[in-house]
């Protein structure tokens, strides 16, 4: 079977979001453009690590142009989305691997996101092997989304990324762990339950 790639260039909406409460919610990466759409499920701090990093590559980008690339400083305001995810979330598959690049020609970031896949191997030397065959075999390997973005959508992303992972529960004052609506057991009061 050939891989399946969702390919979205570029998207007219990308976006990270969840499903769920607080404490039980669901990640997504969402993308969709002339009427199709794409869902893939990942771990909150995957979204988190993502969208620092975009913004990272985007400082890094205007840096070294100085100042001449189109990427903003900062996500206008103008362009923020703060829909929810598009309904019915359907999960394609569950994220392994994500990858960014700066294609300098198109002047586009560049994020492709890999479904997980579980490899057998004897020692790590055959698992290094087989992770490196997994990565360069573009006919067989599993299913990817990849979206392309201008630096004002990619700035975008980012930010609306972190806002949705800052969501979440309130931090514990004393020891920063997620406070539950029921409160929680904190470690910093010998045990004893905290409320809000």
Known sequence: MSRQVFLYDPPDRFIAGTVGLPGRRTF?????????????????????ALAERIDELLDEVVRRSGGNAPV??????????????????????????????????????VVEAQAVVELEADSDEDLAE???????????????????LSGTQARAFAKRAL????????????????????????PRQNGYRRGE
């Open 163 to 186: 806002e949705v992972v800052n969501a979440g529960r309130p931090p514990c004052p004393l020891c920063s762990l997620p406070l539950d609506p029921e409160g929680h057991v904190c």
């Open 72 to 109: 903003p400083a900062v996500a206008p305001p103008e362009i923020d989305d703060t829909d929810p995810l598009q309904s019915p979330v359907e999960e394609e598959f569950r994220v392994g691997t994500m990858a960014l690049a700066w294609d300098g020609e198109g002047e586009r970031m």
């Open 130 to 148: 087989a992770e490196e065959r997994l990565l360069q075999d573009d006919e067989n390997g599993p299913p990817m989304l990849r979206v392309r």
């Open 28 to 48: 997504y990466l969402q993308a969709s453009a002339s009427g199709r759409t794409t869902s893939v499920a990942l771990e909150k701090a995957q979204v988190e």
